[in-house]
């Protein structure tokens, strides 16, 4: 997936291999993966390099602290979607993101 499809809708295919960060953007992941395994690289390179052992460990901690939380966070939205796909009313949702829902309010 290219980095200027995580701007489009996603469609059922594209859901299933690459689930959406907060707030409904529908930003691909894995760009914002790659940036913060970046961040984490360099903290970790400078607390390495600085000899700054409990600052490195602490950086490794948070690093697996957030991969385990998102892993958590697919794994419980992997395990409800089959009943939020059944309940959802698709063509009001298409509606409300088109704008053309009564009541659908600008953000």
Known sequence: MLAAD??????????????TVGFGSGI???????????VFALALTFAA???????????????CGVLLRDIGWVRAIRKNWPFSDKVTDWEKVRRM?????PGASEP
Request: hydrophobic letters at 50%; one cysteine or more.
């Open 6 to 19: 995580c701007w489009k809708p996603m469609s059922a295919a594209t859901a299933s291999r690459c689930f």
């Open 28 to 38: 691909c992941c894995w760009g914002w993966y790659l940036l913060l395994g970046l």
């Open 49 to 63: 390099d600085a000899a700054l052992w409990p600052l490195f460990y602490g950086f490794v901690g948070c690093a």
């Open 97 to 101: 993101a088109e704008g053309t829902e």
